[in-house]
């Protein structure tokens, strides 16, 4: 894979990455923060926990989140193609009683 090399640091360890583009780029980075931030609160909040058990925890957040955020562009989607039925009948009502 061609692209910028990158070096991410997540939960203290380094990884070299390539990134496709400046915008894929930013993107890794975004994520590697809010990764490590999830981690610093679970860190804090279940300081018991191992580590890996904590990666868990951020998973699945991550997980919940994008699954919740699927079924609300889904919604959109499904909302917006019956704005447009609705808009599609409007018009045609217009154009009938010209």
Known sequence: MEGQSITLKIAGKEYPLKAR???????MRLAAEDINAMLAHYNASYPDKSEIDKLAFVTLSQAVGKISAQRTAAKLASDMDALEDQLGSYLAGIEKNR
């Open 21 to 27: 583009n400046p915008e894929a780029e930013q993107l």
